[in-house]
């Protein structure tokens, strides 16, 4: 004697469906959307933060900056106006990690160039030999996107500011007041001018979890 009737079958395949459409659409419901931290001063290594802030422990922000691109052209905070970017600290002589940093820069500006809200933004730390002129050799050698990355220039104490007070993303030197240790920290900052994430920028697998990362900050509500 047959168990079920084909129409009982039917309808127990279907009840079954419609149980676990039902299950996995309250489970996207439920599920938490994925939050970035927001690194504050306190929360980052010492060593890269300058005294003067290193007791901040909320609303830290990126200051205001005058710089000029590889192009001459001067690049404000305003150009990054409600844009998430991806900021870094090289100098176009360093034969160590700015190699290794760069290309994968331009990686990140090769995989996410339908994002029209997503930038990068290089600041050399030696200004002094890093001219415009020498930004745009380096810019063209490494097909630099101008409308995508900017390499910048200015001054040397506004640059150092940046990197110690702002970014938290290089270390100080003993010999030299305005001088710094550049590392291979990329720094993702969201529409707030709040820092979300640090990367190794020489290591494949971080720039994998920056983008990834980048993803999820577009998501964020």
Not at 117 to 145: C, G, R
């Amino acid at each position: 004697m047959k168990l079920f009737r084909k129409k009982d079958f039917v309808a127990l395949v279907f009840i079954s469906l419609f149980s676990m459409g039902t299950i996995a659409l309250f489970y996207q419901i439920l599920k938490p959307n994925e939050v970035l931290p927001i690194y504050q001063p306190n929360l980052v290594n010492e060593k890269l933060v300058d005294s003067t802030v290193s007791y901040i422990s909320k609303y830290h922000t990126i200051a205001d900056f005058n710089l000029v691109n590889q192009n001459g052209e001067k690049i404000t905070e305003k150009d990054y106006e409600n844009k998430i970017y991806v900021a870094d600290f090289f100098f176009t002589t360093c034969q160590d990690i700015c190699p290794i940093m760069t290309k994968n820069m331009y990686e990140i500006q090769e995989k996410l160039r339908e994002y029209n809200d997503v930038l990068l933004l290089s600041h050399t730390v030696m200004p002094e030999i890093d001219t415009i002129n020498q930004l745009k050799k380096y810019s063209i050698e490494n097909n630099v996107d101008d409308k995508i990355w900017n390499l910048v220039t200015g001054d040397k104490e506004q640059i150092y500011n940046l990197a110690r007070k702002s970014y938290l993303a290089a270390e100080d030197t003993e010999f030299s007041k305005y001088d710094l240790i550049h590392t291979e920290n990329f720094v993702l900052i969201d529409k707030k001018r709040q820092i979300r994430g640090y990367y190794d920028g020489t290591k494949k697998s971080e720039i994998e979890r920056l983008i990834s990362e980048i993803k999820i900050l577009k998501n964020e509500k």
